[in-house]
Every structure is written in C-alpha cells, then in structure tokens.
C-alpha cells in the first residue's frame, strides 16, 4: 500500500502543476495504524520544546518586527505622503499579513484569548464602522479605532483603507493627501499602533513566557494546569495544523473557485459550481494567492522546523512514520513550488480565468487530506470538531 501510496504522490506535483483535477488513484489512502489516543508519546519534552524554539517563536518574533514596521512606515507616510511613501506602506501591511497568516496554524493559547485574533484580522471589515470613523468630527486616536471594535480595525480595515480597485493609484494616494486626507492619515495612524500593540501582546506571551503558555507547552509531558499531559498538546497542534489546511483549501481558495462544498435545500452535499472573486481574502490588494502561500509555509516551519517530520522519522518504529514525514514534507513542499500567477487573483476569477489558480485548490486538499488520514492517525491523533470556520 504504502508504495503505491508513495508512486501517487509523486505524479500528483506534475498534474497540478498542468492545472489538472488528480484523478481518483491520486487521492491520499489512510494510514492503517492501531495506535491509541492515550499511547504516551516517546521524547514527548523534546518534541514540545522542539516546536516552541524551533517554530512558534521564530514565528511570531518576524510578526512582531514586521508590526513595528508597518507603524514606522506609516508614521513616515504621514508626515511626508508621497508616492514612494506610500508603496512602502502597503509592502509593510502586506508583509504584517503575511508575517500574520503563516502563524494560521497556531490560533490556539496567547492568539486566541479573548478573541484577539478577531482584533488582528477581522474579516471582511465593516464599512459603517470604517466611515463613520472617517467622517466623524472627534479625535480619531487609538482609542477611538479600538473603541469602535473588530470591523475598524486590524489588517482588514487596514487593506480597505490602502486599497481600492474602482480608483488609481494616484487618486488613492491623493486621499491622504492635504487636509482632507489628515483624517484618513490619522486612522492609519492610529490602526497601526493599536495593531503592533495587539500583535506585540500574541508574540510577548510566547517570546517572554514566564512560567506562563509557552513553559506549560513545553512542558506538557508532566502535566500542569493548562495541559494535562503531552498527548493534549499534540492533539492540539496536529488538530491546529489540520484546521489550517481545511481553512485555506475550502475558504479562501476553493469556495473563491467554485469547487467548495455545501449543503443543498435538501441538506445534502454537493460541489458548488458559481465561483465569486469577493470571497477570496484580501481580495481588494491582490494579495490572495500570497496568503495561502504563507499559510503552508507557516505549516512547513512548524513541522520542519518544529522537528515534528525529524521526530517521526526517529521514530519509526513501525515503518509507517517515515514514509508520512517524507509525504507530508513532499506535499508542502511541492505546494510552494506552484508557480504564481502573473495576473490579479481577483480578476482571473472574475473574467473566467481561474484555471491558474486550480493547483492551489487540489493540492491544498491533498495536504488537508494528508494531515486527516496520514500524520493525525500516525501519531495517535483523533481529530474533533473543526472550530475555526473563519478567521
């Protein structure tokens, strides 16, 4: 099984590559393994401190950098909007979104309390919230934007306030400009300095624990208050890992493309055949295909970098493990060799042009399917209810 297993996975690159639906054969077979959920988990403490050091912080250190820069960079743009300026700023914010998306797979402890991450990327943003702001008369200061809530403030009002497709970039541009574009300054202002507080507060928690998340991670073998035993931990990440493949895959590119799946007034599933451009994320800057990018290649650190693909394949015990360390790194890897497409996401859905963007769809399944029924069941992981349906 596991050859033939093995053969398919090497076909499927090429055929995604040629923007081709893998046909039945390719799809990703189950790992048949009799391990237990409670079976305790060899060199448990090193793995955990493995994927701490060597994948969550590096993470969220890049993401705390890239906050501060963006609000230097509008800081800048501010006292001085000038076009340069202002291409700067929106590589910043692009580079905050990206920083942010690769650490997709890690929405659990100091990104998820009390909903912060609703703070960080609220999407789509709320317009009234984002006008209102704009046209009020009052101070519009970082309290003001936190103040309003979730739907003005963060990345995606971040994206609604840099970019609009109906207008040039010089018209853009002039928005920020004189004193009507003060007001407009002053929001991005002040969204940046509340965003690089919200995100400083996510990193912090992981950079500078003290005997807080990050210590009952790593040390989750021995039990403590947040983490009973190693096996939570790791039912967590691997859960964690599989969420953020099913998000990308379904939300933000198959459903965009027509192929996600649904419930029909009948309440059975079938394929849905309308794409719509709106759906994907950060649709108004050209970003989509970027975000999804750095979603897998979050997922490559923390496997990789976070030893979990080294650990199984010293671990391999039954023979089965290598073999999935070597599918699993092949897929991620073969993802991120998909060529990007020349044009504008959005308008290649949009026109009926979509079909560069399919190798996205399929692989991105094949990599979703490969967490379920491969690295989940090889590692005793029984995976629950998907409660990420958004962001």
């Given at each position: 099984?596991?050859?033939?297993?093995?053969?398919c996975l090497l076909l499927?690159?090429?055929?995604?590559?040629?923007?081709?639906?893998?046909?039945?054969?390719?799809?990703?077979?189950?790992?048949?393994?009799?391990?237990?959920?409670?079976?305790?988990?060899?060199?448990?403490?090193?793995?955990?401190?493995?994927?701490?050091?060597?994948?969550?912080?590096?993470?969220?250190?890049?993401?705390?950098?890239?906050?501060?820069?963006?609000?230097?960079?509008?800081?800048?743009?501010?006292?001085?909007?000038?076009?340069?300026?202002?291409?700067?700023?929106?590589?910043?914010?692009?580079?905050?979104?990206?920083?942010?998306?690769?650490?997709?797979?890690?929405?659990?402890?100091?990104?998820?309390?009390?909903?912060?991450?609703?703070?960080?990327?609220?999407?789509?943003?709320?317009?009234?919230?984002?006008n209102g702001l704009l046209?009020?008369?009052?101070?519009?200061?970082?309290e003001a934007v936190e103040?309003?809530?979730?739907?003005?403030?963060?990345?995606?009002?971040?994206?609604?306030?840099?970019?609009?497709?109906?207008?040039?970039?010089?018209?853009?541009?002039?928005?920020?400009?004189?004193?009507?574009?003060?007001?407009?300054?002053?929001?991005?202002?002040?969204?940046?300095?509340?965003?690089?507080?919200?995100?400083?507060?996510?990193?912090?928690?992981?950079?500078?624990?003290?005997?807080?998340?990050?210590?009952?991670?790593?040390?989750?073998?021995?039990?403590?208050?947040?983490?009973?035993?190693?096996?939570?931990?790791?039912?967590?990440?691997?859960?964690?890992?599989?969420?953020?493949?099913?998000?990308?895959?379904?939300?933000?590119?198959?459903?965009?493309?027509?192929?996600?799946?649904?419930?029909?007034?009948?309440?059975?599933?079938?394929?849905?055949?309308?794409?719509?451009?709106?759906?994907?994320?950060?649709?108004?800057?050209?970003?989509?295909?970027?975000?999804?990018?750095?979603?897998?290649?979050?997922?490559?650190?923390?496997?990789?970098?976070?030893?979990?693909?080294?650990?199984?394949?010293?671990?391999?015990?039954?023979?089965?493990?290598?073999?999935?360390?070597?599918?699993?790194?092949?897929?991620?890897?073969?993802?991120?060799?998909?060529?990007?497409?020349?044009?504008?996401?959005?308008?290649?859905?949009?026109?009926?042009?979509?079909?560069?963007?399919?190798?996205?769809?399929?692989?991105?399944?094949?990599?979703?399917?490969?967490?379920?029924?491969?690295?989940?069941?090889?590692?005793?992981?029984?995976?629950?209810?998907?409660?990420?349906?958004?962001?």
């Amino acid at each position: 099984m596991f050859k033939q297993i093995g053969c398919c996975l090497l076909l499927l690159p090429s055929l995604l590559l040629a923007n081709e639906a893998p046909p039945v054969e390719t799809e990703v077979k189950e790992v048949a393994t009799t391990v237990a959920p409670a079976t305790p988990i060899p060199n448990a403490d090193k793995l955990l401190a493995q994927v701490v050091d060597g994948a969550i912080i590096p993470l969220y250190r890049e993401l705390d950098v890239t906050a501060n820069t963006l609000t230097q960079r509008s800081k800048t743009f501010c006292s001085e909007p000038t076009a340069e300026h202002f291409k700067v700023l929106r590589e910043g914010w692009g580079e905050t979104l990206l920083a942010w998306h690769r650490t997709d797979a890690l929405m659990f402890g100091p990104a998820i309390e009390d909903q912060i991450d609703f703070k960080v990327n609220f999407n789509p943003p709320k317009k009234a919230v984002i006008n209102g702001l704009l046209n009020a008369t009052s101070p519009l200061t970082v309290e003001a934007v936190e103040k309003a809530g979730v739907g003005g403030q963060g990345l995606g009002t971040f994206e609604f306030l840099l970019f609009d497709r109906d207008k040039s970039d010089a018209d853009q541009l002039a928005a920020f400009q004189g004193d009507t574009g003060k007001r407009r300054c002053a929001y991005v202002q002040a969204a940046s300095e509340l965003l690089q507080t919200t995100l400083h507060t996510i990193a912090e928690a992981w950079i500078n624990d003290k005997n807080g998340y990050a210590t009952a991670f790593r040390t989750a073998d021995k039990g403590n208050a947040t983490f009973a035993s190693s096996r939570q931990a790791v039912d967590l990440l691997v859960g964690k890992l599989f969420q953020s493949a099913e998000k990308f895959s379904k939300n933000r590119i198959g459903n965009p493309l027509g192929k996600g799946i649904d419930l029909n007034t009948e309440g059975k599933q079938e394929v849905l055949n309308t794409s719509n451009a709106y759906q994907l994320e950060a649709w108004r800057s050209g970003y989509s295909v970027q975000v999804v990018r750095a979603n897998v290649a979050g997922m490559q650190r923390i496997v990789k970098d976070g030893g979990i693909l080294q650990w199984l394949r010293d671990h391999n015990r039954r023979e089965i493990e290598k073999f999935v360390a070597d599918a699993m790194e092949m897929r991620l890897d073969n993802y991120l060799k998909l060529p990007v497409p020349a044009s504008d996401p959005f308008e290649l859905i949009r026109t009926g042009n979509s079909k560069a963007l399919d190798g996205y769809y399929y692989l991105g399944n094949d990599i979703q399917m490969g967490i379920k029924r491969q690295l989940a069941k090889v590692m005793g992981v029984q995976l629950g209810f998907n409660d990420n349906d958004g962001d």
